[in-house]
């Protein structure tokens, strides 16, 4: 599945995150997991029902046809309405896709999902963002008492956890899904950064991905990136990124990503603080299935 994005970069949101996201409890369920293959047995396209971030994920074999696009459309469709009234299921989904795939969304417009980056007072659109890794980074002094440090394996896994709910107000955050990404092959725990504060608990969070595909120069991703409300006037959101950058860089990054809503002012004007510029706009569309969200 993973190969299938490398075969085609430009055409896909996820790629250097893809440990994060194919770790989530979405793939408990392998009904929320589609599969379509060549007549030669070769992976042609796929599509998860990614229920903790209400979003539709897929890819397509490049030159994909629009048969093959809308089959997978339909198949998520279907997927969607059936998870109605279950812990996955969810009265609306989103599918992202840069502007520049003009074909990709008028199937996915004429499939029902609606463009929401001019609704209104709701309109919501995404941004991918970029820095080079040789950009230098400034020095910030850490509060007396506040260390950063890796996270520290399973057993901090519970109190990871529940500082990522609370950042998120979300509770799509599972404790088996953050051991799942400390057992996959691309994880690596230098890059996995937390704030502990003077009383011992973890106040902030900064996880960093490396990803190179064959052919092009290692990339850096920012995902996810966090700090509890209580501690926010002490800036540990800015501090912990910043050491992640650094470990980036230090591990051969020819250039750090992160995707961020473009709402999201504050975190928005971090990363630009920080020499992450807008590479490339990302189109969010709805549909509405009904029914009771589990």
């Known amino acids: 599945m993973a ?22 409890w979405a793939f408990d369920d392998p009904g929320n997991v589609g599969l379509w293959f060549t007549e030669t047995n070769e992976l042609a396209a796929w599509a998860v029902m990614q229920a903790p971030f209400w979003t539709i994920d897929y890819a ?25 009234g279950t812990s ?11 502007p520049g795939l003009t074909q990709r969304i008028l ?21 991918f963002m970029q820095r080079p890794a040789d950009l230098p980074v400034k020095d910030y002094r850490i509060p007396p008492g506040f260390i950063i440090r890796p996270l520290r394996g399973e057993q901090e896994v519970p109190a990871y956890t529940e500082l990522h709910r609370t950042v998120f ?9 953050r051991s799942r ?4 092959p691309a994880y690596r725990s230098e890059l996995d950064l937390v704030v502990a504060a003077p009383d011992g608990r ?12 064959p052919g092009l120069p290692l990339v850096g991703q920012i ?29 051969g990054a020819s250039h750090i990503v992160v995707e961020t809503d473009n709402y999201r002012s504050t975190a928005f004007a971090l990363y630009e603080s920080l020499g992450f510029q807008v590479t490339q706009t990302v189109n969010v569309f709805r549909k509405d299935f009904g029914g009771i969200d589990g």
């Open 223 to 251: 995902e996810p990136l966090g700090c509890h409300p209580e501690f926010r006037r002490y800036a540990l959101g800015r501090l912990v990124l910043v050491e992640t950058i650094r470990r980036l860089q230090a591990a």
């Open 60 to 84: 397509l074999s490049p030159g994909a046809s629009s048969n093959l696009h809308r089959r997978v459309l339909n198949w998520a469709d279907g997927r969607a309405r059936a998870l109605l």
């Open 202 to 213: 973890l106040a902030a969070f900064c996880i960093g991905w490396l990803h190179q595909s």
């Open 88 to 98: 996955s299921g969810h009265p609306c989904w989103f599918i992202n896709a840069f």
């Open 3 to 24: 190969r299938l994005v490398e075969a085609a970069p430009s055409d896909n949101l996820h790629l250097f995150d893809l440990p994060y996201r194919f770790s989530s």
């Open 107 to 127: 199937d996915i417009e004429e499939s029902g999902f609606a463009n929401q980056s001019d609704v209104g007072i709701d309109s919501w659109s995404k941004v």
């Open 169 to 177: 107000e979300s509770k799509s955050m599972t404790g088996e899904w």
């Open 181 to 184: 990404t400390l057992s996959h």
